[in-house]
Antibody
Framework: QVQLVQSGAEVKKPGASVKVSCKASGYTFTSYGISWVRQAPGQGLEWMGWISAYNGNTNYAQKLQGRVTMTTDTSTSTAYMELRSLRSDDTAVYYC?????????????WGQGTTVTVSS | DIVMTQSPDSLAVSLGERATINCKSSQSVLYSSNNKNYLAWYQQKPGQPPKLLIYWASTRESGVPDRFSGSGSGTDFTLTISSLQAEDVAVYYCQQYYSTAATFGPGTKVDIK
Protein backbone atom coordinates (compact mmCIF):
# COMPACT_ATOMS: atom_id res chain seq x y z
CA GLN A 1 0.00 0.00 0.00
CA VAL A 2 1.04 3.59 -0.51
CA GLN A 3 2.67 4.95 2.61
CA LEU A 4 5.09 7.52 3.94
CA VAL A 5 7.08 6.60 7.04
CA GLN A 6 8.85 9.38 8.92
CA SER A 7 11.79 9.34 11.28
CA GLY A 8 11.41 9.49 15.03
CA ALA A 9 10.93 12.31 17.48
CA GLU A 10 13.71 14.83 18.02
CA VAL A 11 14.65 17.14 20.88
CA LYS A 12 16.92 20.02 19.94
CA LYS A 13 18.40 23.08 21.60
CA PRO A 14 17.76 26.57 20.24
CA GLY A 15 20.14 27.36 17.40
CA ALA A 16 20.59 23.72 16.40
CA SER A 17 19.41 22.01 13.21
CA VAL A 18 17.08 19.09 12.65
CA LYS A 19 16.73 16.79 9.65
CA VAL A 20 13.55 14.74 9.27
CA SER A 21 13.27 11.87 6.81
CA CYS A 22 10.23 10.54 4.98
CA LYS A 23 10.48 7.16 3.24
CA ALA A 24 7.96 6.43 0.53
CA SER A 25 6.73 3.04 -0.58
CA GLY A 26 3.97 1.56 -2.70
CA TYR A 27 4.23 4.05 -5.57
CA THR A 28 6.71 5.44 -8.10
CA PHE A 29 8.53 8.04 -6.02
CA THR A 30 9.72 10.14 -8.94
CA SER A 31 6.20 10.57 -10.33
CA TYR A 32 5.21 12.79 -7.43
CA GLY A 33 6.38 15.57 -5.17
CA ILE A 34 6.53 15.87 -1.41
CA SER A 35 5.17 18.73 0.63
CA TRP A 36 6.13 19.38 4.24
CA VAL A 37 3.51 20.71 6.65
CA ARG A 38 3.94 21.48 10.32
CA GLN A 39 1.53 21.87 13.20
CA ALA A 40 2.47 23.63 16.41
CA PRO A 41 0.82 22.31 19.59
CA GLY A 42 -2.90 23.05 19.53
CA GLN A 43 -2.57 25.05 16.33
CA GLY A 44 -3.48 24.69 12.66
CA LEU A 45 -1.57 23.45 9.64
CA GLU A 46 1.30 25.44 8.14
CA TRP A 47 2.66 24.58 4.67
CA MET A 48 6.46 24.74 4.75
CA GLY A 49 7.36 23.94 1.18
CA TRP A 50 7.42 21.41 -1.63
CA ILE A 51 9.97 19.43 -3.57
CA SER A 52 9.55 17.58 -6.84
CA ALA A 53 10.91 14.05 -6.58
CA TYR A 54 11.03 14.10 -10.38
CA ASN A 55 13.58 16.89 -10.85
CA GLY A 56 14.40 18.26 -7.38
CA ASN A 57 12.70 21.62 -7.93
CA THR A 58 11.71 23.27 -4.68
CA ASN A 59 9.41 25.99 -3.46
CA TYR A 60 9.60 27.17 0.15
CA ALA A 61 7.29 29.25 2.29
CA GLN A 62 8.65 32.77 2.38
CA LYS A 63 8.87 32.89 6.18
CA LEU A 64 11.21 29.88 6.19
CA GLN A 65 13.42 30.91 3.24
CA GLY A 66 17.06 30.63 4.24
CA ARG A 67 16.40 28.25 7.15
CA VAL A 68 14.85 25.26 5.40
CA THR A 69 16.21 22.86 2.80
CA MET A 70 14.25 20.02 1.22
CA THR A 71 15.98 17.23 -0.65
CA THR A 72 15.25 13.80 -2.02
CA ASP A 73 17.23 10.60 -2.51
CA THR A 74 15.59 8.79 -5.40
CA SER A 75 17.74 5.68 -4.85
CA THR A 76 15.98 5.09 -1.53
CA SER A 77 12.68 6.89 -2.25
CA THR A 78 13.29 9.15 0.72
CA ALA A 79 12.62 12.84 1.18
CA TYR A 80 14.36 15.01 3.75
CA MET A 81 13.56 18.30 5.41
CA GLU A 82 16.30 20.18 7.26
CA LEU A 83 15.47 23.19 9.41
CA ARG A 84 18.31 25.28 10.82
CA SER A 85 18.68 27.90 13.54
CA LEU A 86 15.87 26.34 15.50
CA ARG A 87 13.76 28.49 17.81
CA SER A 88 11.20 27.56 20.42
CA ASP A 89 8.38 28.40 18.05
CA ASP A 90 9.63 25.68 15.68
CA THR A 91 8.33 23.15 18.20
CA ALA A 92 5.71 21.24 16.22
CA VAL A 93 4.68 18.00 14.59
CA TYR A 94 6.21 17.88 11.12
CA TYR A 95 4.40 15.98 8.39
CA CYS A 96 5.48 14.95 4.92
CA UNK A 97 2.74 14.43 2.36
CA UNK A 98 2.60 13.21 -1.22
CA UNK A 99 1.96 16.01 -3.67
CA UNK A 100 2.13 16.55 -7.41
CA UNK A 101 5.41 16.37 -9.30
CA UNK A 102 5.29 19.75 -11.04
CA UNK A 103 3.85 22.09 -8.43
CA UNK A 104 2.18 21.83 -5.06
CA UNK A 105 -1.50 20.98 -5.24
CA UNK A 106 -3.43 18.71 -2.89
CA UNK A 107 -1.77 16.22 -0.55
CA UNK A 108 -3.29 12.78 -0.76
CA UNK A 109 -1.04 10.59 1.41
CA TRP A 110 0.48 11.72 4.71
CA GLY A 111 3.23 10.47 6.94
CA GLN A 112 2.56 9.75 10.58
CA GLY A 113 4.28 12.93 11.75
CA THR A 114 7.55 13.65 13.55
CA THR A 115 7.52 15.62 16.79
CA VAL A 116 10.32 18.16 17.02
CA THR A 117 10.78 19.83 20.37
CA VAL A 118 13.06 22.84 20.68
CA SER A 119 14.01 23.53 24.27
CA SER A 120 17.03 24.68 26.21
CA ASP B 1 0.38 34.93 0.17
CA ILE B 2 -3.28 34.09 -0.26
CA VAL B 3 -4.95 34.23 3.15
CA MET B 4 -7.63 31.66 3.92
CA THR B 5 -10.31 32.23 6.53
CA GLN B 6 -12.92 29.79 7.83
CA SER B 7 -16.21 30.13 9.66
CA PRO B 8 -17.36 29.23 12.15
CA ASP B 9 -14.39 28.43 14.38
CA SER B 10 -16.40 25.53 15.78
CA LEU B 11 -19.86 24.05 15.54
CA ALA B 12 -21.88 21.36 17.24
CA VAL B 13 -24.42 19.41 15.22
CA SER B 14 -26.81 16.63 16.19
CA LEU B 15 -26.18 13.18 14.78
CA GLY B 16 -27.82 12.86 11.37
CA GLU B 17 -28.07 16.60 10.89
CA ARG B 18 -26.24 18.77 8.34
CA ALA B 19 -22.95 20.50 9.10
CA THR B 20 -21.78 23.42 6.95
CA ILE B 21 -18.29 24.91 7.01
CA ASN B 22 -17.33 28.03 5.10
CA CYS B 23 -13.96 28.96 3.65
CA LYS B 24 -13.00 32.27 2.07
CA SER B 25 -9.82 33.19 0.19
CA SER B 26 -8.31 36.68 0.06
CA GLN B 27 -8.22 36.46 -3.73
CA SER B 28 -9.90 34.29 -6.30
CA VAL B 29 -8.54 30.75 -6.61
CA LEU B 30 -10.43 30.13 -9.86
CA TYR B 31 -7.99 29.62 -12.72
CA SER B 32 -9.65 31.03 -15.81
CA SER B 33 -7.76 28.93 -18.36
CA ASN B 34 -9.23 25.64 -17.09
CA ASN B 35 -12.18 26.94 -15.04
CA LYS B 36 -10.99 25.02 -11.99
CA ASN B 37 -11.00 26.19 -8.40
CA TYR B 38 -7.67 25.42 -6.75
CA LEU B 39 -9.06 24.43 -3.36
CA ALA B 40 -8.92 21.30 -1.22
CA TRP B 41 -10.51 20.18 2.05
CA TYR B 42 -8.97 17.99 4.76
CA GLN B 43 -10.23 16.27 7.89
CA GLN B 44 -7.99 15.85 10.92
CA LYS B 45 -8.91 13.72 13.91
CA PRO B 46 -7.02 14.05 17.21
CA GLY B 47 -3.57 12.49 17.13
CA GLN B 48 -3.78 11.71 13.42
CA PRO B 49 -2.41 13.33 10.29
CA PRO B 50 -4.83 15.16 8.02
CA LYS B 51 -6.87 13.20 5.50
CA LEU B 52 -7.71 14.55 2.05
CA LEU B 53 -11.45 14.78 1.46
CA ILE B 54 -11.95 16.98 -1.59
CA TYR B 55 -9.87 18.69 -4.29
CA TRP B 56 -10.75 21.00 -7.19
CA ALA B 57 -13.28 22.39 -4.67
CA SER B 58 -15.83 19.64 -5.33
CA THR B 59 -14.10 16.40 -6.42
CA ARG B 60 -14.34 13.79 -3.70
CA GLU B 61 -11.19 11.77 -3.04
CA SER B 62 -11.54 8.04 -3.62
CA GLY B 63 -13.05 6.28 -0.59
CA VAL B 64 -14.52 9.42 0.98
CA PRO B 65 -18.19 8.92 1.92
CA ASP B 66 -20.65 10.77 -0.29
CA ARG B 67 -22.10 12.61 2.71
CA PHE B 68 -19.10 14.94 2.27
CA SER B 69 -19.49 17.47 -0.52
CA GLY B 70 -17.71 20.63 -1.58
CA SER B 71 -19.07 23.63 -3.42
CA GLY B 72 -18.31 27.23 -4.26
CA SER B 73 -16.19 29.19 -6.68
CA GLY B 74 -13.84 32.15 -6.83
CA THR B 75 -13.33 33.21 -3.21
CA ASP B 76 -16.18 31.50 -1.33
CA PHE B 77 -16.39 27.80 -0.65
CA THR B 78 -18.40 25.40 1.48
CA LEU B 79 -17.83 21.91 2.86
CA THR B 80 -21.08 20.16 3.72
CA ILE B 81 -21.54 17.01 5.76
CA SER B 82 -25.07 16.03 4.85
CA SER B 83 -25.76 13.70 7.78
CA LEU B 84 -23.24 13.95 10.59
CA GLN B 85 -21.90 10.67 11.94
CA ALA B 86 -20.00 10.16 15.20
CA GLU B 87 -16.81 9.42 13.27
CA ASP B 88 -16.96 12.84 11.60
CA VAL B 89 -15.92 14.62 14.81
CA ALA B 90 -12.72 16.35 13.70
CA VAL B 91 -11.15 19.61 12.64
CA TYR B 92 -11.65 20.52 8.99
CA TYR B 93 -9.21 22.64 6.99
CA CYS B 94 -9.43 24.24 3.57
CA GLN B 95 -6.27 24.75 1.51
CA GLN B 96 -5.60 26.78 -1.62
CA TYR B 97 -3.08 25.68 -4.21
CA TYR B 98 -3.67 28.50 -6.71
CA SER B 99 -0.47 30.12 -5.53
CA THR B 100 2.85 28.26 -5.70
CA ALA B 101 2.86 28.75 -1.93
CA ALA B 102 -0.03 26.72 -0.56
CA THR B 103 -1.89 28.05 2.46
CA PHE B 104 -4.38 26.51 4.86
CA GLY B 105 -7.35 27.97 6.62
CA PRO B 106 -7.28 28.08 10.44
CA GLY B 107 -9.62 25.11 10.79
CA THR B 108 -13.18 24.47 11.96
CA LYS B 109 -13.86 22.06 14.80
CA VAL B 110 -16.96 19.89 14.43
CA ASP B 111 -18.52 18.23 17.48
CA ILE B 112 -21.70 16.35 18.30
CA LYS B 113 -24.45 18.33 19.97
Amino acid sequence: QVQLVQSGAEVKKPGASVKVSCKASGYTFTSYGISWVRQAPGQGLEWMGWISAYNGNTNYAQKLQGRVTMTTDTSTSTAYMELRSLRSDDTAVYYCARDKSTVTKWMDVWGQGTTVTVSS
Amino acid sequence: DIVMTQSPDSLAVSLGERATINCKSSQSVLYSSNNKNYLAWYQQKPGQPPKLLIYWASTRESGVPDRFSGSGSGTDFTLTISSLQAEDVAVYYCQQYYSTAATFGPGTKVDIK
